[in-house]
């Protein structure tokens, strides 16, 4: 068990359930998943880029990402459909809070004039994105085998919430959000 996980089940599960007057447990919002997407508009031309995105990815997830095709046609763009032109990992369970947790120390303080989250990323169902400029910034990644600097977006999805309610449980696990 991560110390963030810890954290959510002796502290904020009994304060959540307080403040909105929840009386099961399962009605508490918690993260169901994590979602890291990353698209490269290279692949059109070059297969052997998305391999190394998904190389990656996979080093810092620590799980085989899936390719993600292009749903549209785009003329301008020299876009086919079902091109591939991405790739993403779904993280649930224990993987999903250590890299949650990874996240939260080491990755955003990394990151250069960090001042916190953004509470307007929060979508109305309570959903959580992130976008992160640079993939170096994740300890696992050697900055001398890397290509070239790319980005990626993760979401945290969270059952059972919408906006206050996640943005308190995020309060509540102790990560930052930018002071007006």
Do not use: C
Not at 17 to 42: G, H, M, Q, T, Y
Not at 65 to 76: E, G, L
Not at 93 to 101: Q, S, T
Not at 105 to 113: A, H, Y
């Amino acid at each position: 068990m991560t110390n963030l996980n810890k954290k959510y089940q002796e502290v904020a599960l009994p304060k959540l359930k307080e403040e909105f007057e929840l009386s099961n447990d399962l009605a508490v919002p918690r993260i169901e998943k994590i979602v890291i997407n990353s698209s490269v508009v290279e692949a059109i031309s070059n297969k052997e880029v998305l391999e190394r995105v998904k190389d990656q990815l996979a080093t810092i997830t620590g799980q085989r990402p899936a390719t993600r095709q292009a749903k549209k046609s785009i003329s301008s763009f020299k876009l086919k459909e079902k091109d591939p032109i991405g790739a993403m990992v779904t993280l649930r369970g224990k993987k999903a809070w250590y890299f949650f947790e990874k996240l939260i120390s080491i990755v955003l303080p990394r990151m250069r004039d960090f001042r916190g989250l953004t509470p307007s990323s929060f979508d109305e169902f309570g959903n959580y994105s992130l976008g992160i400029d640079e993939q170096i910034l994740f300890p696992e990644i050697d900055y001398s085998k890397i290509d070239k600097i790319r980005g990626l977006v993760a979401t945290i999805v969270i059952r059972n919430s919408n906006k206050q309610k996640s943005q308190r449980l995020f309060e509540l696990l102790g990560i930052p959000f930018k002071k007006n």
